[in-house]
């Protein structure tokens, strides 16, 4: 009868261990459920159900021993001591392991978990403009919320990348115990003195290029139908600041074209008004399509244009305004002679959209209407293709230069279908030949502005010192 009873249990723990293995060896797929699960405890199921990899350590246990049982799932080392949420700076595979939805539901069936412990879920997440991979998403983005009438109380809650701004305004206002009737609207704060309104509720954290630690107000609607900010800055047009919490926008330039899309208020800068909507011939970053949500002025001059920080950004400030004072490249692009010349089906391009985003940033630094602008368009912009410019460290002036020059190209470039080029050899030609030669080839695959400006041949000679 135990033999019989063995031979039972033993098949059961196999087929456990094949349903197991085969849950395992799901992909992740965006949106998809995954759970941690200790690491320790799930080397000591792996020993209970004989998987391979686990039986060089199990101490000559057999499969099935009570002794080897894993018990309930004990996720308990994954948090902190305080129990409320799970450690920093985990690594997958020595702190914890990840396993799919059905898995996780499988071992609960098998074995429980332990009492008083909250599953740890998190959601796969997708990452890469063009070549996209996903990513279980252990850890979340921590924000500060706050209400616009009181700033200085703040609560920390965590978000994940691919939850909405939708979601985000829906938590606040059950955090702040907002009406259900009242009208609100977000904003996010990005500098000391830099906000922006989160006008598209179907973006995603990750789309809106928020950052961890970053401030999000919710501002309620009056009951007369105005908006607080708005009613502050009443009486303060003309001065050089403003008193409010958060400043109001300044009057926006209106467009020279009718056909132009609106963009939302931007509630920046330090001339305090009330807001008026704003031309933009592009919408790029999601939330704000223009560059000149910036410090409007009467004693603004084209050219002489600032730009905000964004944190740690004065690496890319440095190359714009390198890039602004070059007259070839403002006459180009303040003129929208770069229009005709975007190549959105390049393949080694960013599908035009560096291009616009630049050619508005330089647009905006010349129309003589602001003394500093805010290229957080850009930066996301250029963030989406380069990953290595997306967060908020500092980086490297030079790195950046060769990818925006390198982009701009790409996205400029006049030659639509780049034929293939053979390179023929020297053959004793003159250096003058072999250099026309190789320079009429490249131009056969490369022409852009930035070839006519900043593209050339450099003739390298070396010469003995003893000869």
Not at 427 to 446: H, I, L, Q
Request: with cysteine.
């Amino acid at each position: 009868m135990a033999e019989q009873e063995n031979d039972t249990k033993n098949q059961q723990l196999q087929n456990l261990r094949t349903e197991l293995q085969k849950h395992l060896e799901k992909p992740l797929a965006k949106g998809d459920a995954w759970f941690l699960v200790d690491n320790h405890w799930f080397k000591q199921l792996k020993k209970y159900v004989g998987m391979e990899g686990a039986m060089f350590d199990s101490g000559g246990k057999e499969m099935g021993e009570e002794s080897a049982n894993p018990g309930p799932i004990d996720n308990k080392p994954l948090f902190k001591e305080d129990g409320e949420d799970i450690r920093e700076h985990m690594i997958d595979e020595l702190d914890y392991v990840l396993v799919p939805e059905e898995a996780w539901d499988l071992l609960v069936e098998k074995f429980g978990i332990s009492e008083t412990q909250e599953p740890v879920k998190r959601k796969v997440v997708e990452h890469g403009m063009f070549v996209k991979h996903c990513k279980v998403e252990v850890y979340y983005i921590e924000f500060q919320l706050a209400e616009n009438s009181n700033l200085e109380e703040t609560k920390k809650k965590k978000f994940s990348k691919s939850d909405t701004l939708e979601h985000i305004q829906n938590v606040m206002r059950e955090e702040f115990n907002i009406a259900t009737e009242a009208d609100t609207r977000l904003w996010n704060k990005y500098t000391s003195n830099t906000y922006e309104q989160l006008a598209r509720l179907d973006n995603t954290v990750q789309d809106a290029g928020l950052f961890s630690g970053q401030l999000i107000i919710i501002e309620i609607k009056n009951e007369d139908g105005t908006w607080p900010r708005q009613a502050r800055s009443t009486g303060t047009l003309g001065t050089n600041g403003s008193t409010s919490p958060i400043p109001a926008p300044p009057p926006q330039p209106l467009g020279t074209s009718s056909s132009f899309d609106k963009k939302e208020g931007s509630p920046v800068g330090t001339g305090a008004s009330t807001s008026t909507a704003s031309s933009s011939r592009y919408n790029f970053s999601g939330t704000s399509a223009t560059y000149g949500d910036g410090g409007v002025s009467d004693k603004a001059q084209p050219g002489i244009c600032g730009l905000s920080n964004l944190g740690n950004t004065c690496f890319m400030n440095s190359i714009i305004q390198g890039l602004s004072n070059t007259p070839e490249i403002i006459e180009y692009f303040d003129n929208d002679n770069y229009l005709e010349d975007i190549n959105e089906d390049n393949p080694l391009g960013m599908k035009g959209e560096i291009a616009k985003s630049f050619g508005q940033l330089i647009k905006d630094m010349w129309s003589g209407k602001f003394t500093y602008v805010v290229p957080r368009a850009f930066k996301m912009a250029v963030g989406r293709f380069a990953p290595q410019f997306s967060g908020y460290q500092q980086q490297d002036s030079q790195e950046l230069l060769t990818f925006l020059l390198d982009g701009l190209h790409e996205d400029l470039n006049r030659v639509k279908q780049k034929p293939y080029v053979e390179m023929s050899d020297s053959d004793g030609k003159a250096d003058s030949d072999v250099a026309m030669e190789a320079w009429d080839n490249y131009k056969k695959r490369n022409d852009s502005v930035i070839l006519d400006i900043f593209h050339g041949l450099l003739k390298s000679t070396v010469v003995c010192p003893e000869c």
